[in-house]
């Protein structure tokens, strides 16, 4: 059962991930014992019609056009971050400042002083049981965790390979029109932060073992595309006259890098190949990670987001890759759902993020992953540009 005492939230942004937060916060109490009741209170944005009509339609009580305004409220104890990146050091520091607890969408900011920031910011305001997390939120895909229980179970052995891909099509249309994601300024990288952060994510939460070292290259196919209006969504199609004004692409269309692993606590370091992109035609939303090892492999596609595929080198070798379907009540996360073989979605992601997030604020421990480390996934990005920036010279992290 629930408990009824309220944890108060003031989102900032709702567009795309506001939108998932919301529906997180909404479920997570209606399908899990909390120790703490989410209230959708507030939601912030700075176009008054634009919030009060999100508010309306995703269930916020009440509406602020300055976010400052969430953080001098006294009946809000949670900020939730889902602005682009650009905004997220000075909302993070100020609300932990201020006494809130702080959920920031990935990446955890647009450069490693940043995010070096809001890690210390978040690691003094910790003292006074102040907690804080960065979402992401693969790590709450039942497969994904049942992933990394096989490996801190030694089903695989000791790691040899960790194969990372993040596919999309999305901009393979060259007039899909300009977007926020599309200027550095705002998004901090392109393909590499915005979906190549998860991967980096994913394989060093799943593994155990962190990334010491890349060689990288950057690609931008489209350097301009149209401006079409104050677009912040995905895709769309752009004004396809010629004579559409047009505004230059100032991130990564695609990252390709290599990279070794440290071994974590157990073995050797693994060795790493990830790519990113979002001109895999006909690839939508293709998050995948594939893992060998000496005694097994295991491979996830987030296209089948519920199936994890496991290869035991113990069984006969014709017995080949198992096709588990993870949806069994013993599986993380999925007794609170359905009956076996009713599958979840990438909603279901965010409500199990809110679920753990809730859980550890309740019981007074920090909720990972922890704006730390998400600072390790920062210097992994900032590696990557900096490797690709000079030859693909191998870059420590
Ligand atoms: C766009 O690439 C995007 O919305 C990412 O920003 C999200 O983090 C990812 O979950 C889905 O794709």
């Known amino acids: 059962m629930t408990n009824h005492k309220p944890l108060r939230v003031g989102m900032v942004g709702y567009a795309f991930m506001g939108a998932a937060h919301s529906h997180a916060w909404r479920t997570a109490p ?39 305004r969430l953080i001098e409220r006294d009946d809000i104890d949670l900020i939730d971050i889902c602005t682009p990146g650009d905004t997220h050091a000075e909302i993070a520091i100020a609300a932990l400042e201020a006494g809130k607890h702080v959920l920031c969408e990935k990446p955890l900011a647009n450069s490693v002083e940043e995010a070096e920031r809001m890690t210390l910011a978040a690691e003094t305001a910790a003292k006074q049981g ?13 497969a994904l965790a049942l992933a990394k229980r096989f490996v801190e179970q030694g089903r695989l052995g000791d790691l040899r390979h960790i194969r990372a891909q993040y596919l999309q099509d999305w901009l393979s249309d060259e007039n899909a029109p300009m977007t926020w994601r599309l200027d550095k300024a705002k ?10 952060a998860h991967s980096i994510d ?33 895709g769309g199609h752009g004004d396809l006259s010629s004579d559409a004004p047009r505004g230059r692409v100032t991130v990564d269309d695609a990252a390709i890098f290599s990279a070794r692993f440290d071994g974590g606590a157990t073995s050797a370091g693994a060795v790493g190949v990830f790519e990113a992109t979002r001109y895999a035609l006909g690839r939508k939303n293709a998050m995948r990670l594939e893992l060998n090892g000496t005694r097994g492999s295991l491979a996830f596609d987030f296209e089948e987001m519920n199936v994890l595929s496991f290869y035991d080198a113990a069984e006969s070798p014709d017995a080949g890759f198992r096709r588990i379907i993870v949806t069994e009540p013993e599986h993380p996360y999925v007794g609170n759902w359905w009956p076996t073989g009713h599958g979840l979605g990438y909603e279901h992601g965010f409500t199990h993020q809110v679920v753990d997030l809730v859980t550890a604020i309740g019981e007074g421990r920090q909720p990972v992953p922890s704006f730390a480390d998400a600072l390790q996934v920062q210097r992994v990005l900032a590696a990557v540009e900096s490797s690709a920036a000079n030859s693909s010279q191998w870059q420590k992290v």
């Not at 102040?130 to 039942?142: D, E, Q």
């Not at 998004?187 to 190549?196: A, F, K, M, P, Q």
């Open 202 to 234: 994913a394989a060093q939460w799943v593994t155990g073992q962190n990334i010491t070292g890349v060689s990288a290259l950057l690609e931008t196919f489209v350097p301009e595309r149209p401006l079409a209006g104050d677009l912040v969504g995905l």
């Open 130 to 142: 102040i907690l804080s997390m960065c979402g992401f939120s693969y790590r709450r895909t039942p």
């Open 30 to 68: 209606r399908f899990f014992d909390l120790p703490l009741q989410p209230r959708l209170t507030a939601v912030a944005g700075r176009n008054a019609d634009g919030v009060r009509a999100a508010a309306d339609k995703l269930g916020w009580e009440s509406v602020e056009t300055d976010w400052r």
């Open 187 to 196: 998004s901090g990288s392109g393909s590499l932060g915005d979906i190549g």
